[in-house]
């Protein structure tokens, strides 16, 4: 039998051993079984965000301008094999409806932690939120407030509001960039009602600095515009290039505040693999055929370019282009683009993943797993493979589908994981914790792991 001080001796080293094996873990900061808002729209009195416009009240509007589409693409989210959706009982006027309330990103800047909302059903008061970490910082499930006002929210009281958002970034520049899609995706009544357009806000003011409608020559429609990505240096804040995957067309287009242009690439790897489509998250087994739907920068070099990494979400693959093919617009027009985008490698088995950031103060890539419910690394310096792609967390029964995940500046990893595939194929628990918002510092997740 082991003495006490033994016992304690290796009690304490089994705890190393199991620190260096695992790193440090994702933190949950808040969670939530459903989401809440400070305005629900319900009151015509109330006001909204930062309480400086009134809310509006207004019967929904689909105007058919944009409807029509060159060409109909369908995808497996279309026709799910089984669905119970709540839909049908809806009532298509509520301005609340808690159940259909399902958050998708999460991007923190200096004490505000930006929530989006996109618009997959009826019944949501404002698709872009924030918490304040000042005021709600300590509390479990705190209310959504509107950004940057419940007014701008109210997408069928004004043609220049907003519709839905999926994720947003901020910049070098301390901007909020993100995509409004122009469309509800409302199922079996899906309707663009108006042009997909990028966003982007100040946020030392909140006061909306760009919005740019998207041709319908570039994007058909804005059902595949789930992310970007912005490319600039500080004190160049004219001269941002703005990178946007289309996970539907499988394009990626770029655009330059600056020449306020826009264009499309297209390319082979930006498709799904057919070989990674079959998923299993959550209890619930489906097949998905996303393309190309996450961008990152890596380091930026002596010469002032930086690789660009991106993967489609049905894939392990993960490919690299210089933003110094993306940002020549006459590039885009070449029917073949040589050698300039590359394959990096195979990130291994069941390692599908939505979104992914750069640190820079490490070197790393953090990734979203939606297979393994959990967040993975890979350091640049060395070649991508199974062997130098590791393990930061995974938590199969909390961190089901982490949809987002961004880094801020002092280098903290947010991630979001919200359920959605129990959403979309069967009935979220209202008893139990659906949605979640994680935190950990980059330095620290790497630890213990290849990443290191």
């Not at 790393?364 to 590791?390: H, L, M």
């Not at 950990?440 to 790497?446: D, F, G, I, V």
């Amino acid at each position: 039998m082991l003495s006490p001080q033994l016992l304690i001796f290796s009690l304490i080293s089994g705890l190393q051993l199991l620190s260096l094996a695992d790193g440090d873990p994702m933190i949950e900061v808040f969670r939530w079984k459903q989401m809440d808002f400070y305005n629900r729209g319900d009151d015509p009195l109330s006001l909204g965000g930062r309480k400086d416009r009134p809310s509006f009240s207004a019967p929904v509007v689909f105007p058919g301008k944009y409807s029509r589409r060159k060409r109909q693409v369908m995808t497996s989210r279309d026709t799910p094999v089984v669905i119970n959706s709540r839909t049908n009982a809806d009532d298509p006027n509520a301005s609340y409806i808690p159940y259909n309330n399902v958050p998708m990103g999460a991007t923190h800047f200096r004490g505000r932690l930006f929530v989006t909302m996109p618009r997959r059903r009826v019944g949501i008061p404002s698709t872009l939120n924030y918490i304040d970490l000042g005021e709600d910082g300590s509390v479990l499930s705190p209310k959504l407030r509107a950004y940057p006002n419940f007014g701008l929210n109210q997408f069928n009281a004004s043609a220049e509001n907003l519709v839905s958002v999926y994720r947003t970034s901020v910049d070098a520049c301390q901007r909020l960039w993100f995509i409004d899609t122009g469309m509800l995706e409302y199922p079996n009544n899906r309707q663009q009602i108006r042009r997909p357009s990028i966003w982007v806000v100040d946020l030392a003011t909140d006061q909306v600095l760009k919005r740019f409608d998207i041709p319908e020559s570039i994007a058909e429609t804005g059902r595949g515009l789930a992310s970007i990505t912005v490319d600039v240096k500080v004190g160049q804040c004219g001269d941002a290039y703005a990178y946007i995957p289309d996970l539907v067309y499988r394009r990626l287009y770029v655009y330059h505040l600056r020449n306020d242009r826009i264009w499309s690439f297209e390319h082979n790897y930006f498709n799904f693999d057919p070989l990674s489509g079959d998923l299993s998250i959550g209890g619930q087994t489906f097949r998905w055929d996303d393309g190309i739907f996450s961008i990152t920068l890596g380091a930026q070099r002596p010469d002032g370019s930086r690789d660009v990494y991106f993967h489609p979400m049905a894939s392990t693959n993960e490919f690299v282009v210089s933003n110094r093919v993306l940002q020549q617009e006459s590039n885009a027009a070449r029917s073949d683009q040589g050698n300039d985008f590359r394959v990096l490698g195979n990130r291994g088995p069941s390692t599908q993943s939505t979104m992914h950031a750069y640190d820079p103060g490490t070197g790393v890539v953090f990734f979203d797993e939606i297979q393994r419910n959990g967040v993975g690394c890979w350091k640049t310096n060395k070649p991508i493979s199974a062997e130098n792609y590791g393990s930061v967390d995974s938590n199969a029964m909390d961190m089901i589908y982490p949809s987002d995940l961004s880094i801020d500046e002092d280098g903290t990893i947010w991630v979001m994981s919200n359920s959605m595939p129990i959403f979309i194929y069967s009935t979220l628990d209202t008893d139990v914790y659906n949605f979640r918002i994680w935190k950990q510092k980059a330095s620290l997740a790497r630890r213990g792991t290849v990443c290191e």
